[in-house]
């Protein structure tokens, strides 16, 4: 009796456990990634964004009941949720009020109305880059302005040419930054309300005139990004001199290139960066196509530090552009003819306390290049988010540099001309006579039998 009074009361105890178990389990949840590539988590972007967050965020969905779509957006929005825990989705059936629907501009099954600092912003599309870049645009206490300077040939902020920067404009555009073309010939001063002005590599040499107003601009402690490219007559050289810095001749070209596989040493490949707040926790590698070499003058009237910096590897090439393929040797470096050796500065970032009544920090950004952000070269490794986060810093957004744009992992196998024979014959011929001689082998043994 005393047995099967055990056996009843350990029953009991199970089920007990087992209910409370799944008590717990509705009151508490457990969420582990196990992708290899984390597909089904946020990206470390995402979550610095969220962490930076101050205040709750909610968000609005117009989505039917019936259907997965209220199931699909809950389940990617508690992604969100799991890192903000005060950001609350709730749903509206659009068909409920058809009229006020259309009055309030909703048009798609799902629309998203994402609220945050007593701002909003419209989704029509369900994505982390979509998600995360919305989130960005609100965290910002107002949009910013940049301006950047048309007339002289510059590169274009909305232009689909290849040295144009149009994609490169639509990212600033998901980062609430809105850029304008400034004609200095039209305006009698660049304008108060720009945040920073851009010069990206104008063909024609700025006027006294044009020049006289960004010396202005920048005495009265406006921002300033300058992309620069070799031989580039643009008429600044009194903005360099202001600027305590003064551009090296030829290009720079970096033997270190090779170890990415880059068999032109033009174009320079940085995987490591000096100690900046730009490039802080940048792992990815940047490619600068043909960048010039800057160096400061002493003494500077700005604090100025390198953030952009080539290997010992590398030399101002003077008499000779390379191309690539070239032979081994055909080029070396000569410092009788004024070539200069690595490491070499392309990239400075400079600081002082502005001239401006309001005494802040004014900050000025001079590169050796102007490509990499071009919508020919800005899809390479950490281009885009190497220009992101120079803006970020300029336009003193500091806590938002490492909140780098989504970027889809490589998996791309990259195989030599006898890896891929070594392949071709396992898998053609060695695999075959394998599967053969171990079915003859089988078959043999059976008949023994």
């Known amino acids: 009796m005393s047995t099967r009074l055990t056996n009843l009361f350990h029953a ?63 389940d990617f929005l508690a992604r969100y949720s799991r890192i903000k825990p005060d950001l609350s989705l709730r749903f509206v059936d659009p068909d409920a009020d058809p009229n006020a629907m259309r009055a309030a501009g909703v048009q798609i099954n799902g629309e998203m109305d994402v609220r945050y600092n007593s701002r909003s912003e419209r989704l029509r599309s369900l994505s982390e880059t979509d998600v995360s870049s919305a989130l960005l645009r609100l965290s910002r206490a107002r949009e910013s302005l940049v301006g950047f300077l048309e007339g002289e040939g510059e590169r274009k902020p909305d232009g689909v040419a290849n040295a144009d920067l149009g994609q490169f404009g639509d990212a600033l555009k998901q980062r609430g930054i809105r850029p304008v073309n400034v004609a200095l010939s039209t305006l009698e001063t660049i304008p108060d309300n720009l945040d920073l002005l851009v010069i990206a590599n104008p063909r024609v040499a700025l006027d006294a005139a044009s020049v006289g107003k960004v ?34 001749d030829g290009i720079v070209v970096d033997g270190a290139g ?18 900046h707040a730009i490039v802080k926790g940048l792992d990815l590698s940047t490619l600068l196509p043909q ?27 003077t008499g000779h552009i390379p191309q690539a393929g070239e032979a081994e040797g055909s080029i070396r470096f000569d410092g009788d003819t004024g070539e200069f050796s690595g490491p070499l500065d392309i990239g400075l970032a400079l600081t002082r306390l502005s001239p401006s009544p309001a005494k802040t920090e004014q900050r000025v950004v001079v590169i050796g290049d102007g490509d990499f952000i071009s919508n020919s070269f800005i899809g390479n490794g950490g281009n885009r988010d190497l220009g992101t986060r120079i803006f970020d810093w300029l336009l003193a957004d500091d806590a938002l540099i490492t909140i780098a744009e989504p970027v889809a992992t490589d998996r791309t196998i990259a195989l030599s001309g006898p890896a891929l024979s070594v392949l071709s014959f396992a898998f053609l011929l060695v695999l075959p006579l394998l599967l053969a001689a171990s079915g003859l082998w089988i078959w043999r043994r059976r008949r023994k039998r």
């Open 12 to 74: 009991l105890l199970l089920i007990a456990l087992a209910l409370l178990i799944g008590f717990l389990s509705t009151r508490h949840g457990f969420v582990q990634d196990w992708s290899r590539t984390q597909r089904a988590s946020l990206g470390p972007a995402s979550v610095e964004l969220l962490k930076s967050l101050k205040g709750p965020v909610e968000i609005i969905s117009y989505a039917r009941p019936h259907g997965e779509l209220r199931k699909t957006i809950g």
């Open 215 to 248: 010396d202005e601009y920048l005495q009265r402690g406006g921002n300033l990004l300058w992309l620069l490219e070799a031989g580039e007559k643009n008429g600044l050289d009194r903005l360099a001199q202001a600027l305590s810095i003064r551009v090296l």
């Open 258 to 275: 090779q170890a990415l596989g880059i068999d032109d040493p033009s174009m320079v490949a940085l995987s490591a960066y000096p100690e």
């Open 291 to 317: 960048p010039v070499a800057l160096a400061q003058i002493t003494p500077p009237d700005w604090s100025i530090t390198p953030f952009l910096q080539t290997s010992k590897l590398s030399w101002t090439e």
